[in-house]
């Protein structure tokens, strides 16, 4: 089970860290992705950290402005977005898989609910 936490609504420039606990399971083992879905629009990939965190992507539309990361073998994965824009309001969702790192959801079988963030202008 993925939980998500840490939307809402932020003004333009400001930042925002999403977290994602992950239960029963420890998250050392998964590569867990950041998904998010603006209304009217396809879900898109915005980050992901492998196993192991030895590797992350991030997409065009974040670089240089997320980082993700986990708590190092625990539950616990995180995005942080800074300089946010309006257009990255969305519903903001965290997933797990264990078939490879990647922004395809194909990739992830486990899903968080989903949580909103809104960056006003």
């Known amino acids: 089970r993925l939980v998500e936490s840490g939307g809402g609504l932020v003004q333009s420039g400001g930042s925002l860290t999403l977290s994602c606990v992950a239960s029963?399971?420890?998250?050392?083992?998964?590569?867990i992705g950041w998904f998010r879905q603006a209304p009217g629009k396809e879900r898109e990939g915005v980050s992901c950290?492998?196993?192991?965190?030895?590797?992350?992507i991030y997409s065009d539309a974040v670089k240089g402005r997320a980082t993700v990361w986990t708590d190092n073998g625990g539950n616990t994965a995180y995005l942080t977005i800074r300089n946010l824009k309006p257009e990255d309001t969305a519903v903001y969702y965290c997933?797990?898989?264990?078939?490879?790192?990647?922004?395809?959801?194909?990739?992830?079988?486990?899903w968080g609910q989903g949580i909103q963030v809104t960056v006003s202008s």
């Open positions: 950290i492998s196993t192991l965190g030895n590797n992350v």
């Open positions: 997933a797990a898989g264990r078939r490879g790192d990647g922004l395809e959801s194909s990739l992830y079988d486990y």
């Open positions: 029963p399971t420890r998250l050392e083992s998964w590569a």
